[in-house]
């Protein structure tokens, strides 16, 4: 039985949890953190690597049958717990992380994932269709949440899974997102600052630059413009548009006029 408000959804097609499992590129001795096992489909499939994988569950009533299932298997830890909480810090290094999670909980599992002081080498996830793709967004449909995943992973999409899949079927189709660690930092920044001045510009999405960073970080518009022309940014352009480059050079110039 599936609770609906842990956005539960049962996947069991062979051929997909296969090909979720091989995006992980799994090898005997790699470490694996799988979010959210529920009845261990997946689970199996990367047990089957040989990876040492631990399995973080956060409904209870399904761990007695994990653990039973995986009982004579070494190399799985059924483990109870929250990953909204979880300390990544008891990971090993180049850890990877797989998961088909709730919905509900991407934006808040990318935000950890990038921010904690031990990332993982890769992350794998189904997750849903739309959120797939807006990670992997291009200028002109950025969000706060693009811009995140790409400053500190390689973002690439992978096989759709339509709603039939699922039992129960949610109300919308799903996709594999793979995020691999960035070998080097694209930037050396302030991260709070760099990220605090991407809030700022998407703060108003329906506005331009020009009006969304004079009013959010409150400075003149003029001010702002003349910022937006040493960063090489049309004052008309909206957040959405901008590349990461393009944040970067406003951040310098924006730091050139206020913190120089």
Same mark, same amino acid.
């Given at each position: 039985m599936t609770k609906k408000e842990l956005g539960q959804h049962w996947l069991s097609d062979k051929g997909?949890?296969?090909?979720?499992? +091989?995006?992980?590129?799994?090898?005997?001795?790699?470490?694996?953190?799988e979010i959210g096992p529920g009845l261990g489909t997946l689970t199996?499939?990367?047990?089957?690597?040989?990876?040492?994988?631990?399995?973080?569950e956060?409904?209870? +009533?399904?761990?007695?049958?994990?653990k039973a299932k995986f009982s004579n298997c070494d190399n799985v830890a059924i483990r109870e717990g929250d990953i909204r909480s979880f300390d990544y810090i008891s990971m090993p290094k180049n850890y990877k992380v797989v998961a088909n999670i709730p919905y509900y909980l991407t934006s808040n599992l990318i935000k950890s994932l990038s921010e904690t002081n031990n990332p993982p080498k890769l992350v794998v996830l189904l997750i849903q269709k739309e959120v797939a793709q807006r990670l992997c967004?291009?200028?002109?449909?950025?969000?706060?949440?693009?811009?995140?995943?790409?400053?500190?992973?390689?973002?690439?999409?992978?096989? +759709?899974?339509?709603?039939?899949?699922?039992?129960?079927?949610?109300?919308?189709?799903?996709?594999?997102?793979?995020l691999s660690k960035r070998s080097a930092k694209l930037f050396y920044v302030d991260e709070s600052k760099f990220f605090n001045l991407i809030k700022a510009g998407f703060s108003?999405?329906?506005?331009?630059?020009?009006?969304?960073?004079?009013?959010?970080?409150?400075?003149?518009?003029?001010?702002? +413009?003349?910022?937006?022309?040493h960063a090489g940014v049309e004052p008309s352009s909206r957040a959405q548009q901008l590349s990461l480059k393009e944040w970067h050079e406003l951040y310098l110039a924006y730091n050139n006029s206020y913190e120089s």
């Open positions: 997909i949890l296969n090909s979720i499992a +091989e995006c992980a590129d799994l090898k005997v001795g790699d470490s694996v953190l199996e499939k990367l047990a089957n690597s040989g990876a040492e994988v631990l399995a973080l956060f409904d209870r +009533e399904l761990i007695k049958g994990l967004a291009i200028p002109g449909d950025m969000s706060i949440l693009s811009c995140t995943s790409q400053f500190y992973f390689e973002c690439s999409l992978g096989m +759709e899974v339509p709603a039939k899949y699922f039992t129960p079927p949610p109300k919308v189709d799903s996709q594999v997102v793979i108003e999405k329906r506005k331009t630059l020009r009006n969304s960073l004079s009013s959010s970080l409150n400075i003149s518009k003029t001010d702002v +413009e003349s910022i937006l022309e």
